[in-house]
């Protein structure tokens, strides 16, 4: 890698990434979250399976384990493991911190494959369970800050958008990945043998998948800018002091991007399944076939929306995107009230909506914070939105509907998602194209050149 020779006046010079090193770097920023979706999608499509393995409806206690537990595995813990691992990557790099959280995600993955059940070892299988789930809550934590942080400051200047959407393509490889696997214990094993053992497979599986990802972020150099940062002896010291006193404003604004990206994506991805069985009486084989059809929409244009970005801005992309979910999202829902096809129709036109936001809110999060303190911000935003309006979806929107009997609820509460990300980017200058090392990182244009 090398320093370009010159830069405008005031900008650092961009580092050249040889084109090895960028594929390298972008497998080991998204393989992570590919591991951790991958887990959590088997994870949520074998939980009454789980359920009975380690929650018998006879035991009280174990009962209330269940229910506390599944709440704090599912959100809770994660704005605890971004306020650990966000700021410890500003000070210790990307790198370790992508090594850390894989490594601890997947030493506890392995665990829940192994984990004796009920009829075993008693009350202490669901307590391991739990103990174990909110061990991958914490690591998970780190990881989207982590990843995000590391993909922006390798990939070059002028494709940067594209370089960062392959964390949301990691996010829906995961997913797909962990539904098919699914899908094949569903139609090749009993009950009876789902139960016994194979429901373990998804997770012995997860093993080493976590194990290569380690290996690939284990061997591969920080980001340019951060080694520029230790060549320069300005890594931070406290980065979550620096970050409340001087990044406040770029901390709000991207928990703004983060809203609109968090409901819609389990308003869409997971939650769609529930509203068609329980509320248009679809079948769900075909519920969860829309799914499946949406999350591939998303591979094709989550990253064609990121190369967008870099050529004509992230402001006409997230904010297009942004109004076009404000405007489509009751009448979607209308759509689906029609029948099977209105069904498919708002759903597959929310689901590209929502990829051209997935294909930009993350690399414009990384670019308005300073390299200093943006894998803290990062970890911070996104890990906070997801505790306050992404595990909430599915139990709010039941709550609502129930309280309200229409099951148009799900299209304004869209809406107000869109106004407050509506509200953060046109808050936000355009950062495209522009330089990640700023003069607040390294004070006095201290950067070696080259």
Known sequence: MTATDSAPAGEFPETEVDPRTLRRSITAGAVGVFVHWFDWAAYAYLASTIATVFFPDGDATAGLLAVFGVFAVSFGIRPVGALVFGPLGDRIGRKRTLSIVIFMMTGATLVIGLLPGYSQIGIAAPLLLVFLRLLQGFAAGGEFGSAASF????????RRGFGVSWLEVGSL????AGSFVFFLLSVGLTEEQLSS?????????AAPLGIVGFVIRNKIEDTPEYRALEATDNVPRSPVRELFRHNKKQ????????TMMHVPFYAVLTYLVTYQTDYLGHSAGNAA??????SLVGLVFVPAFGRLSDRVGRRPVLIGAGLALFVLAVPAYLLMRTGVVGTWIGGLA???VLSAILGTYAVWSAEIFPTRTRQGGLSIAYNVTAALFAGTVPYLMTVLISATGSTLVPGPYLMVAAVVGLVAAFSLRETAGTPLLRAEDIPGDRLPRG
Request: hydrophobic content about 65%; overall charge positive.
């Open 289 to 294: 076939l829309l799914s499946t059809v949406i």
């Open 173 to 176: 490889l995961g997913f797909l």
């Open 251 to 258: 901390l709000f604004q991207a928990a703004g991007l983060m």
């Open 350 to 352: 929310l689901g590209v």
């Open 197 to 205: 053992w194979g429901w373990r497979i998804p997770f012995l599986i």
């Open 151 to 158: 993909l922006a400051e390798y990939a070059p200047r002028r």
